[in-house]
């Protein structure tokens, strides 16, 4: 039966709230492995977590590394709190990882003794164990930068041990952290926005707004969210036409102008769904002056039509840094795919760099923002697998 041991980063810094944190991390990890989790196999010790599952299926393991709150987990050996037992233990744990020709190879066991009550100290459980390797597999001691990293963590009930660390993302738990409203366009940026602000603790909630008639196919859309869906587990999208809106802008206000104007009423929509959900923020994937929208002045004259605060996790990343994480999560290869995005549908050649406040209320003045009411339709997505929409 394969056991998976999880650590965590930041959850120790978290004090008298620790425990809300754990349990939502508790939370996060089971329903990821809920298939394969064997019943009341899965078990929260100070510091750690540990799953009993019947297999680890494939990508199991890598999707276990982007689950928000994760520092890094280990494939275990359990053993009983018996010395000879945890030194056979870490021979199996040394030939699994790194096969059964071994001699000669440097060394190391690091031992963590969180059961005090157990008789050997860390230093002892290294000398004992560590000989045992030695004689029984030819190993030789090497304690700094060894090839073979024998870990041995003394439980309360059984010891752990392991060779190998995978590393996870690290960050909060999601859902620890408060709930955003992102503004979720379909490119590269949004997807990755979305997932670093999971990475920070926060339940994200998707709104895509498009004009119904160059948008009818959202397959990419919902690609994206049923993608993120996998390191939050149920997440909502919402999609707002704005086809009424854009008619009215087309008609009034100059072509440089729009992007600003568009971008405007995109945030009072989703500020919208944000207040019905009691969100207390909005996101954006705003990276500072990637685009003619990104200028500084342009992110004031956008920004102001927000009265919640908005969160703009990537503004001072750079391309080559956002495609790594979105490859890394899994939504490059969907955002690339064709898609006529709301902002590019009859933009001037050259939009406004510089947005002028005093123009951009002149130019909305005349148009009717108070008394649209544009269409949202809600879909939800259940870790990776999508539910029925709804009007």
Known sequence: MPKILFHFGELSLKGKNRSRFEQQMARNIKQIIRPV???????????????????IPSGLLDELALIPGIRNFSVVHEAPLELAAMQQAAADAVRSDHGEDVQGRPFRVSARRGNKQFPLTSPELNF????????????????????????????????YIYTRKIS??????VGSAGRGVVLFSGGIDSPVAAYAMMKRGMNVTLVHCYNSTINRDFSK???????????QGRLTLHRVDLEEFQ?????????????????????????????????????????????????????????????????????????????????????????????????????????????????????????????????????????????????
């Not at 859309?221 to 390191?231: F, K």
């Not at 902002?343 to 209320?361: D, M, N, Q, Y």
């Open 221 to 231: 859309i919902r690609d994206l969210a049923r993608q993120l869906s996998r390191y």
């Open 247 to 391: 008619r009215h802008a087309i008609a009034l206000v100059p072509a440089e102008y729009r992007m600003i104007i568009y971008k405007r009423q995109m945030i009072r929509e989703a500020a919208k769904i944000a207040d019905r959900i009691q969100a207390q923020a909005l996101v954006t994937g705003d990276s500072l002056g990637q685009v003619a929208s990104q200028t500084l002045g342009n992110i004031r004259a956008i920004y102001d039509a927000a009265e919640l605060p908005l969160l703009p996790p990537l503004i001072a990343w750079d391309k080559e840094e956002i495609i790594a994480l979105a490859r890394r999560i899994g939504t490059y290869d969907i955002s690339i795919e064709e898609y006529c995005d709301i902002c590019s549908f009859l933009i001037a050649r050259h939009p406004e760099t510089h947005g002028k406040p005093a123009t951009v209320a002149t130019l909305e003045a005349g148009l009717p923002i108070g008394t649209l009411a544009s269409p949202v339709i809600t879909e939800y997505f259940d870790a990776g697998e999508s539910l029925p929409a709804r009007q």
């Open 128 to 159: 004992e164990i560590g000989g045992y390797l030695k004689t029984q597999l030819g190993l030789k001691v090497q304690l700094d930068d060894p090839d073979i990293d024998v870990h041995v963590e003394v439980g309360k009930d059984a010891a």
């Open 168 to 173: 996870g993302i690290g960050g909060l738990p």
């Open 37 to 55: 989790l064997v019943p009341g196999g899965f078990h929260r010790e100070h510091g750690r977590m540990r799953a009993d599952l019947t297999e």
